[in-house]
């Protein structure tokens, strides 16, 4: 079995968790997340904690356990406390704006570009960032991978939409060379 897949998950006491065979419901005071599992991984809940454990003894299900159990510790966080991504705008002239879950993005294209946030994903702008916040720490991740694809950073200027802390590798360009 996986290192990851042997920890035990911790359960908080604001937090339900519901095991049905294979279908896994978390609700707690940020809302309710529910999803389904391998069929070749069983969950076993006792003492607030919850053990993820393998049927069968093959490396391919000895792997999975370790992504259920990421996954389920990761449908706990997201239902105790919000996950948030950070988002950063470089541009001369670029700009966002947030008004009923659509985000307008004047980004050096000739129209801006409007972006339907999905439902369970908030966005707050505070001048040049944008802040998502959501429970499902899946979805808010791919929903800032789509934003940042919009326009991804570019090496010479670094003008684009980068994640916070991301770092972008810069190139010198023509006149370093001479």
């Not at 339900?16 to 391998?38: A, H, M, Q, S």
């Not at 069929?39 to 904690?49: K, N, R, T, V």
């Not at 947030?98 to 294209?109: C, D, F, M, S």
Request: aromatic content about 4%.
């Amino acid at each position: 079995m996986s290192r990851i897949g042997k920890q035990p998950i911790p359960v908080p006491a604001a937090v339900k968790v519901d095991i049905n065979g294979t279908n896994v419901k978390v609700t707690g005071p940020k809302g309710t997340l529910e999803r389904n599992i391998r069929p070749e991984i069983s969950l076993e809940q006792a003492d607030g904690f919850i053990a993820v454990k393998c049927l069968d003894n093959s490396k391919r299900t000895s792997a999975f356990s370790g992504l259920t159990r990421t996954l389920v510790n990761n449908m706990i966080l997201g239902t105790e406390k919000m996950f948030s991504k950070k988002l950063v705008i470089e541009g001369v002239g670029y700009k966002v704006d947030l008004q009923n879950n659509e985000l307008t993005l004047n980004v050096g294209y000739s129209n801006p570009v409007i972006f339907k946030l999905p439902a369970g994903i908030e966005g707050k702008i505070e001048k040049s960032t944008i802040i998502l916040e959501g429970i499902d720490k899946e979805l808010l991740g791919l929903t800032a991978a789509k934003i940042r694809d919009i326009r991804k950073p570019e090496p010479y200027k670094g003008k684009g939409i980068r994640y916070e802390n991301e770092h972008i590798v810069r190139k010198a360009g023509k006149s370093a060379s001479k």
